[in-house]
């Protein structure tokens, strides 16, 4: 074997090498499916998910309105698990009729949206006015080409006829995208606390059902002596008990907190790497 043919051996090795990682990293960042000989920390991490979950549909009522699929992606793989596989959880999500209550905030919610001009998800609206603007650029761009070969349009002259036309194809879309997130942010600005005002009693039963769940969580950390402090969560609302909140913070001019929850301590664990830091399940929603 040559020093060319080993050297290609070792690159492919690297790339295979570097694919397994990737591999494995998403396996362990996916959380394992749920069953009844879960352990303890893994029914804490779907419990704090489902938090998660239900405090950012509560205290944002409007970024999630037309997110079906997220809908259904998080009542397949952290909801339905908890049902079925944790009986208090079930107990208090049944005794709070949660999917009514949600689906009749989530209505209600739509409605409001759409008297303001807003039927459909951003990206969704977002795809109507920059899919023509990259179609009609390269149209034109093939034109001038083809016009070009006919000897229609001068060599020297096609590429002052091609750059602003490739510049405004570039530009145009983040303009648009930008003028419609911020469309969009301004009546979430407006209309929030309205809507809270307007439907504080199931307001008040989604928070209460949150904080059941939140004490459920925290009842299996102290059974079995798991820190509290292991455990954090990003949330929109600081005045839940059992929780401590560790510092507020803000994203595309949205502000939420990290919180950890407050157990007896079981151990020290100061600075430890063991801590489970807070994860934005809700980050793709924060950057539309």
Partial sequence: MNETEENKEDTNNSEEEQKEKK???????????????????????????????????????????????????????????????????????EENEVDSLLNSLRETAIKRAETSGFTESMRKKSRKYTLPIYIGSIVVLGLIVALTFMGLIPEGLQLWIMIPIMVVACILPTVVNYLLQKKWLKFIEDNTQAFKSDNINEINKGIEFIQEIINIAREIMIEN?????????????????????????????????????????????????????PENNNSEELKE
């Fill in 23 to 93: 591999k494995q990293k998403s396996k362990r960042q996916k959380n394992p499916p749920l069953s009844e000989d879960s352990p303890p920390t893994q029914f804490i991490q779907y419990m704090l998910t489902a938090i998660g979950f239900y405090d950012y549909l509560i205290n944002r009522p409007f970024d999630l309105i037309f997110q079906d699929k997220m809908y259904m992606q998080y009542d397949a793989e952290i909801i339905d698990p908890l049902l079925t596989y944790n009986d208090a959880f079930k107990k208090t999500h």
């Fill in 225 to 277: 002596e798991l820190d509290g402090r292991r455990f954090r969560m990003m949330i929109f609302n600081s005045d839940y008990k059992n929780l401590h909140i560790l510092e507020e913070r803000s994203q595309k001019g949205v502000d939420f907190y990290v919180a950890e929850f407050v157990t007896p301590v079981f151990e020290n664990i100061e600075d430890s790497e063991d801590i489970k830091k």
